[in-house]
């Protein structure tokens, strides 16, 4: 259902609140860079910063500006399942294509309570979901038996994205849900060619918030078999990327899409600017990679 370089897009922010001018130029600079689609309020658009009343007011301003030239998914994760079920239906009520919902953080449930955190979801909420794997920063894991329970009882979720870092794992997990609908997603930038070659549908991308045409390349390949290409164009970019994540995400790809002038370089508490020695480097090698 979702194929392709789906850009997890920053949410450009000013003093005030959220910058529209800033995120209307930057959806506009996906959409031309020929994304996929678009991932809003992923965890890389700082939604745990941002009010209740900021996201719906972005959502509304995302499914007008996009105006159904990609598909929109809105991240509608929570560690309370009750939050997540109601971030889920005002999600569908506003006109999202499908939904991004992260494993719960912090609260390290069971493995029976992930199963039944993203049933409860589904329940009341049949858009397609996509349930996101991130066990570094939620202290939670996803392992492929559960993938394989979800898949085969829960016909709306319809991916998984994989950012556990672990080739192994996502092999059994590709395995587990083999012959189900749930695709196979990549959440992590430099595994993209070969989660790919696992049978993965899907880059949901950092890096294309800066890069999307070459990002959005990168799984064309991907996707037609031509994985030598796709390792080869993957490759030419392989600093630039691991310089976006030399301090945590969204601080440095906020700073690269800053220097393309699409946005402003401003972050909200308790995340902080990149530091200088970084982002000499990421600049430098954005103009090496003539970029900027």
């Known amino acids: 259902m979702f194929e392709g370089t789906y850009t997890a897009i920053i949410t450009p922010f000013s003093k005030t609140g959220i910058d529209y001018d800033g995120f209307e130029k930057l959806i506009e600079s996906q959409i031309n860079g020929g994304i996929n689609g678009i991932v809003f309020i992923g965890t890389t658009g700082e939604p745990a910063t941002m009010t ?7 959502r509304d301003f995302a499914i007008k500006k996009v105006g159904g030239r990609v598909p ?25 294509d499908g939904i991004l919902v992260v494993t719960p953080y912090y609260n390290k449930c069971t493995q029976e309570g992930l199963y039944l955190h993203y049933q409860a979801i589904a329940d009341k909420c049949d858009l397609p979901m996509i349930i996101y794997n991130v066990p570094g920063r939620t202290g939670v894991n996803i392992l492929p038996e559960t993938a394989g329970k979800l898949a ?31 695709q196979l997603m990549s959440g992590d ?20 918030n800066a890069l999307p045409k070459e990002f959005s390349q990168i799984m064309a390949y991907a996707g037609a078999k031509d994985f030598d290409s ?4 993957l490759n030419k970019y392989g600093n630039f990327v691991d310089l976006l994540f030399s301090e945590v ?14 946005c402003q370089n ?26 900027i």
């Open 52 to 58: 209740s009343t900021e996201k719906k007011q972005l």
């Open 72 to 96: 929109v998914i809105f991240g509608t994760g929570s560690n309370c399942t009750a939050t997540a079920v109601e971030n889920s239906i005002a999600a569908k009520d506003e006109g999202a």
């Open 152 to 182: 085969r009882n829960i016909k709306s979720i319809v991916g998984i994205k994989e950012a556990c870092g672990n080739l192994e794992q996502i092999a059994k997990t590709a395995k587990a849900v083999e012959g189900t609908q749930l």
């Open 189 to 208: 930038d430099k595994l993209a060619v070969d989660i790919a070659r696992l049978g993965g549908t899907t880059l949901i991308s950092v890096a294309s």
């Open 230 to 233: 796709a390792d080869a164009l």
């Open 249 to 262: 995400n969204p601080i440095p790809v906020k700073y690269a899409c800053h220097l393309l002038g699409l």
């Open 266 to 291: 401003e972050l909200r508490l308790p995340l902080t600017p990149m530091s200088e020695i970084n982002a000499q480097r990421l600049k430098a090698e954005m103009q090496r990679l003539n970029i």
